[in-house]
């Protein structure tokens, strides 16, 4: 191989690589396309409105029943995990005496196939004192992980807590 044939053989080499880096870069950089079947980001997002509807309505078995029966919750307020229906419903029997309203502040959703998801972010909640009537409002990081079954979209895992400064 003389010296210009390995000079050439070298740029063709050296192009080839970086063209295909800069195809694997593009599709990094797009991110996953959304497969057939697949929920959208903004349908697991709206799976909170669901749940913080449930919370408006007073009633600790409809925000349960938004959880599977395995279901583990490590709640906002309480320092016990939840890891069955029962314990769901007692939990949110003492959380919803607060009249709670949550908003989100900041939400980042992965759907990782057509049946499961999880979103996690900020979410923040105007709490109504039961005694006297003040509000308050708490700011916490929050995860939800989903998984559909039986055709519905449940909670399998929650997890809840105040921001560590602030």
Same mark, same amino acid.
């Given at each position: 191989? #003389?010296?210009? #044939?390995?000079?050439?053989?070298? *740029?063709?080499?050296?192009?080839?690589? &970086?063209?295909?880096?800069?195809?694997?870069?593009?599709?990094?950089?797009?991110?996953? %396309?959304?497969?057939?079947? %697949?929920?959208? /980001?903004?349908?697991?997002?709206?799976? =909170?409105?669901?749940? +913080?509807?449930?919370?408006?309505?007073?009633?600790?078995?409809?925000?349960?029943? *938004?959880?599977?029966?395995?279901?583990? *919750?490590?709640?906002?307020?309480?320092?016990?995990?939840?890891? +069955?229906?029962?314990?769901?419903?007692?939990? =949110?029997?003492? =959380? *919803? /005496?607060? $009249?709670?309203?949550? $908003?989100?502040?900041?939400?980042? &959703? +992965?759907?990782?196939?057509? #049946?499961?998801?999880?979103?996690?972010?900020?979410?923040? =909640?105007?709490?109504?004192?039961?005694?006297?009537?003040?509000?308050? #409002? &708490? %700011?916490?990081?929050?995860?939800? %992980?989903?998984? $559909?079954?039986?055709?519905?979209?449940?909670?399998?895992?929650?997890?809840?807590? $105040?921001?560590?400064?602030?």
């Amino acid at each position: 191989m #003389t010296g210009k #044939t390995r000079l050439r053989a070298a *740029l063709v080499t050296a192009t080839a690589v &970086v063209t295909a880096a800069t195809v694997t870069a593009g599709v990094s950089a797009a991110g996953p %396309e959304k497969r057939a079947g %697949e929920p959208s /980001k903004k349908q697991i997002a709206h799976l =909170f409105d669901r749940w +913080n509807a449930a919370l408006r309505t007073g009633d600790p078995e409809k925000v349960a029943d *938004l959880y599977a029966k395995d279901a583990v *919750l490590l709640p906002t307020v309480s320092n016990k995990i939840r890891t +069955n229906h029962a314990e769901i419903v007692d939990y =949110f029997e003492h =959380f *919803l /005496k607060n $009249k709670p309203v949550g $908003k989100k502040v900041e939400t980042i &959703v +992965n759907v990782l196939d057509r #049946t499961s998801a999880i979103d996690t972010g900020i979410y923040e =909640f105007t709490l109504t004192d039961p005694k006297t009537g003040a509000k308050s #409002t &708490v %700011e916490a990081r929050y995860t939800y %992980e989903y998984e $559909k079954r039986g055709g519905t979209w449940l909670i399998v895992n929650h997890h809840s807590s $105040k921001m560590p400064e602030g």
